[in-house]
């Protein structure tokens, strides 16, 4: 099974900041990469997905980059509704593994 | 507009089988895989299983060999998801969801069905 790292676990910031979240598979796999945030009591939703493709409806200040085994989850500028956890997943090979999440939090 | 909706919570007793269906509509069933995913109280997401209805081919995760089954029915648009000899840990929320596209992305999911496990 391929393994997610996904870091940091929680992370503290302010509305306006720029925040990134990191995910390293444990063996390549292309751009087979995707992005889902959750919010409490709800099902996760789609963000980006092949790496770096924003899902259609989706706000430009989320973004992603990277291929192979080094991939970047940005929130260029956060909003009050983007506090939610994060989860990063593979989809280059069944089973298709996530990331344990990254809780965003407001300071 | 694809929208899955998924039966009702379930409290079962251990040893016991859940069966959890998830209806599609909006658009065509024979076209992307179904995949299912669940989270404990809690924890993260986990990936249980997948099934392309178009094919019947079925993928499960390691650890439920031999007391998970996907199924589908094309002529209603279901899928199904049964796990057997369930114990506390397999309570969670069941999410199906459609696997689909150029990176096997997720969407959109279903509402989620709350397995209870507890005797």
């Known amino acids: 099974d391929i393994q997610m790292t996904q870091s940091p676990s929680s992370l503290s910031a302010s509305v306006g900041d720029r925040v990134t979240i990191t995910c390293r598979p444990s063996q390549t796999i292309s751009t087979y990469l995707n992005w889902y945030q959750q919010k409490p009591g709800q099902a996760p939703k789609l963000l980006i997905f092949g790496a770096s493709s924003l899902q259609s409806g989706i706000p430009s200040r989320f973004s992603g980059s990277g291929s192979g085994t080094d991939f970047t989850f940005t929130i260029s500028s956060l909003q009050p509704e983007d506090f939610a956890t994060y989860y990063c997943?593979?989809?280059?090979?069944?089973?298709?593994?996530f990331g344990q999440g990254t809780r965003l939090e407001i300071k | 507009q694809v929208q899955l909706v998924q039966s009702g919570a379930e409290v079962k007793k251990p040893g016991s089988s859940v069966k959890v269906s998830c209806k599609a509509s909006?658009?065509?069933?024979?076209?992307?895989?179904i995949s299912w995913v669940r989270q404990a109280p809690g924890q993260g997401l986990e990936w249980v299983g997948r099934i392309i209805p178009l094919l019947g081919m079925t993928h499960y995760a390691q650890k439920f060999q031999g007391r998970l089954t996907v199924t589908a029915d094309k002529s209603t648009s279901t899928a199904y998801m049964e796990l057997g000899s369930l114990i506390s840990d397999d309570t969670a929320v069941y999410y199906c969801v459609r696997d689909h596209g150029t990176s096997n992305q997720f969407d959109p999911w279903g509402q989620g069905t709350l397995v209870t496990v507890s005797s």
């Open positions: 997943q593979q989809s280059y090979d069944t089973p298709f593994t």
């Open positions: 909006g658009g065509s069933f024979t076209s992307y895989a």
